[in-house]
């Protein structure tokens, strides 16, 4: 078989495996959580944690690839992910399991920054389409099987193997990239932007940092106060430091095309909203509703299957349709999706959310392919790569950001509901300290650890109290979305996009990374 096709096996394997890892872990947060007696704050860093380091690593990996050779890079990444895995799924606590997800992320990061160089590399312009179309294929897969698989094995086997299982597969991906890839680097390639990674890392940090403690700090501790005030300093000083870089990881000239802005508003607010959101709803359907982890990853097809079959209509429409409205009317369908599944009782069961699921999952698919074109659409070829690797960083900013106000959000609404719930009753003596319990130990456990006489009441009361903290923030996630769908109509404009294309394939090349 020829280098060409063993690339794209390699790539498609490393890949599949960090973006399966997205999706993976959430629906076996329940089971982490009643192992370690975790918290919901613990559970927000097992996600954030993965999300951070990829988002902080994605445009200055590319840079290192560029520079020290690809196939060298992308074969680290895959040797930083595939002990990151064994790391994971010998965690011992949930910090050590925190640590080990953002060691994962590094190993991800490289991999993403990678991939579509080497497929660029060994595919001739007018074999491309069909290399970035198996990427493509297996990409969505991987997002879409995700919730799945991760319930199958953590049903079947054990939570620990949806990280175990990353080991052969990692093993062959090295093997592959080692005996069949061809080395590629880029001639003049520019140096890494230290500065730039070290200010913009530790801006993202200290916000997500600052929004997770104030769960239990509260908001007038100094353990939240500082990283919420130091965030915006270190956001300014990157910002001061790439507007004087003569080879920025940012080119701040991209973000006066109304467009690129746009774009970027876009790919924060659909993973700050309905993405962000999958990890507390699959909380509810496991550990309120009952639901083992593989019925709760059945349970989200409606989701993720919509999200698969919107995208690859959504791929055809994008020559037809002006991409401002195909952004912007997937946003509304999110919207009116959220807000579906807002308005959910603690009687009611998981059918409650079909609708919804499915009006969100196609918004989601519709938004994802021609998201990406205003990414790499309003740039030259040249700079394709950045104007890409930017676009992917701020879907997991949105993550780690979603992930973590959401998070916060929901525990101060469900400790409050739960103090007044048992108001004047027989626990009214034991509310702030149950209310604590249910919040920041964990709902499984609060109820566990309940005296059995009392159960039922923590029970339902737990269950009221989450509910109503869901549909606050469900509320929230649905504000997201139609903010972006205003500011993604008015933003994205025809005459921004670059007419003069790179070499056949290489823009769906940037496409496909960002949808992915």
Known sequence: MARKWWTLIAVCTGVFMLLLDITIVNVALPQIERGFHSSLTDLQWIIDAYALTLAALLLTAGSIADLAGRRLVFAVGVVVFTLGSALCGAAP?????????????????????????LLAQAFKP????????????????????????????????????????????????????????????????????????????????GLVFGLIRSQAQGWGSAQVIGPLVAAPVLLAAFLAIESRSREP????????????????????????????????????????????????????????????????VAGRLTTKVPIRFLISSGFVLVAAGLLLMRGLTPSEGWTHFIPGFILAGAGAGLINVPLA???????????????????????????????????????????????SSLAGGPLAAHSHQLA?????????????????????????????????????????????????????????RGRDFVHATAPEGEGAAAQIAVAA
């Open 126 to 205: 007018a074999e491309r389409g069909v290399a970035f179309a198996v990427f493509g294929a297996i990409t969505g897969i991987a997002v879409a099987i995700g919730p799945v698989l991760g319930g199958a094995i953590t049903s079947g086997l054990s939570w620990r193997w949806i990280f175990f299982v990353n080991l052969p597969i990692g093993v062959f991906a090295l093997a592959v990239t080692l005996a069949r890839v061809e080395e590629s680097k880029l001639a003049h390639a520019p140096r890494p932007d230290w500065l730039g990674f070290g200010t913009f890392s530790l801006a993202l940090a």
């Open 249 to 312: 990881m940012l080119d701040l000239r991209l973000l006066r095309v109304p467009t690129f802005g746009g774009g970027l508003a876009a790919a924060w607010a659909i993973s700050a909203s309905i993405f962000s959101l999958l990890t507390y709803l699959v909380i509810y359907v496991q550990n309120l509703l009952g639901y083992s982890a593989v019925q709760a990853g059945v349970r989200f097809l409606p989701l993720t299957g919509a999200i698969f079959l919107v995208a690859g």
């Open 373 to 419: 074109s205003t990414a790499v659409g309003v740039v030259t070829p040249e700079r394709a790569g950045m104007a890409s690797g930017i676009n992917s960083t701020l879907r997991q900013v949105g993550i780690a950001t979603g992930v973590a106000g959401l998070g916060t959000i929901l525990t101060t609404q469900l400790r409050d509901h739960v103090i």
């Open 93 to 117: 606590s949930t910090t050590f399991l925190a640590v080990a997800r953002a060691f994962q992320g590094i190993g991800g990061a490289i991999m993403f920054a990678t991939a579509l160089a």
């Open 436 to 492: 604590t319990e249910i919040s920041s130990g964990g709902v499984a456990h609060a109820i566990a650890s309940a005296p059995p006489a009392l159960r039922g009441l923590v029970a339902g009361t737990a269950r009221a109290s989450y509910v109503s903290g869901l549909n606050d923030i469900l509320l929230i996630g649905a504000l997201v979305a139609a903010a972006a769908a205003l500011i993604t109509l008015v933003s994205i």
